[in-house]
């Protein structure tokens, strides 16, 4: 069973502070949502960048810089790279996007010898709450895997699979998303998400149901499915909604974001700690909400390694 808005998704956010590592912190933005966050207990920050950036996004949002401990470091990628190494150091568990290019971050982040690799697929989980039908979607990969393959996809599912059992979600359904619900061969996206949908069958990717491919109306409108002859576990009640490629994961989280109102949050999956990535351009509610996910995330997962 999924979630209907942020408010349920949060409720699950632990009531422990933990260290956050923020890289290229001088933004008003991110400044507002690290002093929300540690207004809720949830975070103590150390805010890598420009010091007198962020002094004044804190003089700005009204943050006593106090609360936080600050490195300072004026150019955005040495920030990055410093922040990475906060947390690979064992001084922060989590990993925060700021002012800085997503290109510049992610390099960072899976340099060889600093960074922070596991050996699994790193992909980008974002969820979307819908005003309109009233619940809240996953949705992967809108930013880090351009132009997946079908092992790739493979990865991207168990990542966010295993996001989803943190969450409390035991058997999540996932739609794999094309242009059309007919295999197509002239249309790879339909070839990869009927693969994706038998590997599930099969057994080959246990404890979710995949389906696919399915446009995206039939996908979100159980009416639509019907009306189509879809007979789908999925169809209609989605809890992650699978991309074809990067562009198209893009293109429907900004739509949500500007034509319906959604609000969103943004995590990495797949490296040595959660990390918060969300747009430059997010307001400081989705950095907020971005941060209470990680954390919801990492809680969860805490919590079934110790089952």
């Known amino acids: 069973m999924g979630f209907q808005n942020f408010a349920e998704l949060l409720e699950g956010v632990p009531a422990q502070r933990v260290r956050i590592a923020v890289a290229a912190a001088g933004d008003v933005e991110v400044i507002s949502a690290i002093a929300e966050a540690e207004s809720r207990g949830w975070v103590e920050a150390i805010l890598v960048g420009d010091r007198r950036r962020i002094a004044a996004a ?5 943050y006593d810089l106090q609360k936080a401990r600050i490195v300072d470091e004026p150019d955005e990628r040495d920030a990055a790279r410093t922040a990475v190494d906060i947390v690979r150091n064992g001084d922060a568990e989590m990993l925060m996007k700021g002012l800085i290019e997503t290109s510049d971050f992610l390099r960072a982040i899976l340099a060889r010898e600093r960074g922070l690799r596991t050996g699994r697929t790193i992909s980008h989980l974002a969820a979307l709450e819908d005003p309109l039908h009233h619940r809240l979607y996953l949705l992967s990969d809108a930013a880090v895997n351009v132009q997946p393959d079908l092992l ?18 035991s058997e999540p359904r996932v739609a794999a998303l094309a242009a059309v619900e007919l295999v197509d061969p002239a ?20 404890h979710c149901i995949i389906d696919g491919p399915l446009a995206l109306d039939n996908a979100i409108s ?6 189509k002859g879809i007979r789908s576990a999925v ?3 989605p809890d992650l909604l699978l991309v074809p490629d990067i562009e198209a994961g893009n293109i429907l989280y900004k739509a949500f974001t500007y034509f ?17 990535l969300t747009s430059r351009a997010d307001p400081p509610e989705a950095k907020l ?18 089952q």
């Open 289 to 306: 909400l971005s941060i209470g996910l990680g954390m919801r995330v990492a809680a969860g997962m805490v919590a079934k390694i110790h």
């Open 187 to 206: 249309m790879p996206a339909t070839v990869d998400a009927a693969n994706l949908s038998k590997m599930s069958e099969r057994g080959q990717l246990p």
């Open 152 to 169: 790739t996809k493979v990865e991207i599912v168990r990542n966010a699979v295993q996001a989803m059992h943190a969450l409390g979600i």
């Open 222 to 227: 159980a009416e639509a499915a019907e009306h």
């Open 58 to 62: 804190a003089q700005e949002v009204g």
């Open 235 to 237: 169809a209609g009640r």
């Open 260 to 276: 319906q109102g959604a609000r969103t949050a943004g995590i990495l999956l797949g490296a040595r700690c959660p990390i918060v």
